[in-house]
């Protein structure tokens, strides 16, 4: 099942690292996420994240996260998180 928790809000490609802004939901290290968009669409597990440069286990609702991803996202790209249910 998934759940769609947020959108990128912009996309650092020397880095390979996208912003998510979390419009609901959350997202810990370990959850698998599918980033979906015109053009965009795949699978990841999160190895890590980071909110205001520092390295977190988790994040909520309202945070705005640095995640690095396999492949290029674009602006708008909707974040779901893939539950086993």
Request: aromatic share 6%; proline share 1%.
């Amino acid at each position: 099942m998934e759940e769609e928790i947020g959108r990128i809000s912009h996309y650092f490609s020397k880095i390979g690292v996208g912003v998510v802004e979390l419009t609901k939901g959350g997202l810990k290290v370990g959850d698998t996420i599918h980033i979906k968009g015109h053009t965009t669409d795949f699978y990841q597990k999160v190895e890590s994240m980071q909110v205001e440069h520092s390295p977190v286990q988790s994040a909520k609702k309202g945070d705005s996260i640095g995640l690095r991803v396999e492949s290029q996202v674009r602006d708008h790209d909707v974040v779901f998180k893939v539950t086993e249910d």
